[in-house]
């Protein structure tokens, strides 16, 4: 159930992100193009990424019946990633990446952010592999997607680590 109260803290700031996307566009309220930017980039980070994994990490736990101790730091770790994405948005240092599916804000915290979360929703997907033992049709469909999530995390952190070496390598 701490999964699913992730997933719907994170819909209501991307709710309140989309109400400040509104206010920094109307005349004589707006705030301009910098803070519409960073709404926008909290704002679908945290209703695609954090609501839609927390979701599926929460159905991974529900049918594994996963209570070990993993699952605990893996929601810890997301927890803590989902607040530090939210806490770079107020660092006026912050620059809008919107040239992705996925924004980003250029900002270590926000990228550290990110990779805690990634990391905590790739050990809950590792956990929901419990679910292959239960044999039946649904239990090996989410635990096929739970693998196939985990790939993916593992192949975005090599990713961001070889693109850190590259960038570190030009300059």
Same mark, same amino acid.
């Given at each position: 159930?701490?999964? !699913?109260?992730?997933?719907?803290?994170?819909?209501?700031? $991307?709710?309140?992100?989309?109400?400040?996307?509104? #206010?920094?566009?109307?005349?004589? +309220?707006?705030?301009?193009?910098? +803070? !519409?930017?960073?709404?926008? #980039?909290?704002? #679908?980070?945290?209703?695609?990424?954090?609501? !839609?994994? $927390?979701?599926?990490?929460?159905?991974?736990?529900?049918?594994? *019946?996963?209570?070990?101790?993993?699952a605990?730091?893996?929601? *810890?770790?997301?927890?803590?990633?989902?607040?530090?994405?939210?806490?770079?948005?107020? $660092?006026?240092?912050?620059q809008?990446?919107?040239?992705?599916?996925?924004?980003?804000?250029?900002?270590?915290?926000?990228?550290?952010?990110?990779?805690? !979360?990634?990391?905590?929703?790739?050990?809950?997907?590792?956990?929901?592999? %419990?679910?292959?033992?239960?044999?039946?049709?649904?239990?090996?469909?989410?635990?096929?997607? =739970?693998?196939?999530? %985990?790939?993916g995390? =593992?192949?975005? #952190?090599?990713?961001?680590?070889?693109? $850190?070496?590259? *960038?570190?390598?030009?300059?």
């Amino acid at each position: 159930l701490a999964w !699913f109260a992730l997933a719907l803290t994170a819909l209501g700031l $991307s709710a309140l992100c989309a109400v400040i996307l509104v #206010v920094a566009r109307t005349p004589f +309220l707006g705030q301009g193009a910098g +803070l !519409f930017r960073t709404a926008l #980039v909290l704002h #679908v980070d945290l209703a695609v990424l954090v609501w !839609f994994l $927390s979701m599926a990490a929460a159905i991974w736990m529900l049918a594994a *019946a996963v209570t070990a101790r993993s699952a605990w730091i893996g929601l *810890a770790l997301a927890v803590l990633g989902s607040a530090a994405m939210v806490a770079a948005g107020f $660092s006026p240092l912050a620059q809008p990446l919107l040239a992705n599916y996925v924004p980003l804000l250029d900002h270590d915290l926000f990228k550290s952010g990110l990779a805690l !979360f990634a990391l905590g929703i790739g050990i809950a997907a590792t956990a929901g592999l %419990a679910v292959w033992r239960q044999r039946s049709p649904t239990a090996i469909h989410l635990a096929a997607g =739970a693998a196939i999530l %985990a790939l993916g995390v =593992a192949a975005f #952190v090599l990713a961001v680590g070889h693109m $850190s070496g590259r *960038a570190s390598a030009v300059a």
